[in-house]
């Protein structure tokens, strides 16, 4: 990844004809163009990066003029902020719906739900924020349509949802993140349900007499989880790494606008830095979903055992 985007940023245009003005002369250039270490060939600025990058330098942003690592890590806690919003709608909107459509798949509400997902799968994500600024906060001025809002820090961290108005700053970009992954959920776990009840551990556990509800969120749903995690682990990460476009749209001061700017200036450390935080991020995040396995599933357990 880092040699595809020191190739690609290379090759599409040079940072130094956007952060030098058009007015400079040509000693200007060459001075800016020494200081950013742009004079060398690009396999030797490609190996002192990586050189950097061992301990833990990804080189200084051109345009910020401080360490790349640094900024984006500025920028981390809203965006995962964010993230987590958007994913607990998913859990807390998608599930129910798809467990009850899958449970009474002939109902008017559960048809009327597996309706709404298709919108969901297929409204894109800037037309659905504008949409939402334009009702919510254009027209009934119940929310407002930009920016972070009120902070309070919680570990030396500033987080929105500690405020009300923080907490009002985040509905609409949480609510245009989760549409598509509430409507994956839903689907998910409807389809799930629906291959689950005709197995034969149900039945015996209905001719036991357990109660429905148990039957349901025991037998059922937990067997049903691990495709579940798995989907909701990576969205995970596909909605830090990819929430460009709600955070460009409502102006949220995120990783996702920083890597807009940021490709937009040419600026290769800080794009570098970025993609390599979010390989490292979807790593980690198919580790832990792993390790849930264990805990979902025994038989897991016991083959890792065996």
């Known amino acids: 990844m880092t040699v595809i985007v020191f190739i690609g940023v290379n090759v599409i245009g040079n940072p130094v004809e956007i952060l030098v003005p058009p007015d400079a002369d040509q000693a200007e250039r060459l001075r800016v163009i020494a200081q950013l270490g742009l004079d060398k060939p690009l396999w030797v600025q490609y190996l002192s990066f990586l050189s950097g ?14 360490p790349a690592l640094q900024v984006i890590l500025q920028r981390m806690p809203a965006t ?7 994913l607990l709608l998913a859990i807390v909107i998608g599930i129910p719906l798809g467990l009850y459509a899958g449970l009474k798949p002939d109902s008017i509400f559960a048809k009327a739900a597996m309706a709404g997902s298709i919108l969901g799968f297929s409204l894109p994500s800037f037309w659905v924020g504008l949409l939402f600024i334009m009702v919510f906060a254009v027209q009934l001025g119940w929310l407002p349509s930009s920016g972070r809002g009120e902070t309070r820090a919680l570990l030396g961290i ?19 993140l989760a549409l598509f992954k509430v409507s994956l959920v839903m689907r998910l776990v409807r389809a799930g349900v629906r291959e689950v009840l005709p197995q034969e551990y149900i039945k015996f556990a209905r001719a036991k007499g357990l109660t429905e509800r148990r039957v349901v969120f025991v037998h059922v749903l937990k067997n049903i989880m691990i495709p579940i995690v798995t989907v909701i682990g990576l969205e995970f990460g596909s909605t830090i790494a990819f929430s460009v476009v709600t955070e460009s749209i409502f102006a949220w001061p995120g990783m996702g606008k920083l890597i807009i ?31 849930l ?10 083959e890792s055992e065996g």
Not at 53 to 63: C, E, Q, R, T
Not at 270 to 290: G, R, W
Not at 293 to 302: E, I
């Open 158 to 176: 500033q987080w929105s949802f500690l405020t009300m108005d923080g907490l009002a700053h985040l509905v609409l970009p949480a609510f245009n």
């Open 293 to 302: 396995y264990t805990v979902l599933d025994p038989r897991v357990r016991l």
């Open 53 to 66: 990058a061992l301990h833990g330098d990804f080189g200084k942003s051109f345009v910020f003029s401080e």
């Open 80 to 86: 995962l902020e964010l993230a987590v919003c958007a």
């Open 261 to 291: 700017d940021s490709i937009n200036m040419l600026d290769r450390p800080m794009i570098v830095a970025y993609l390599i935080l979010i390989v490292f991020l979807f790593v980690t995040i198919n580790l832990v979903v792993d390790l």
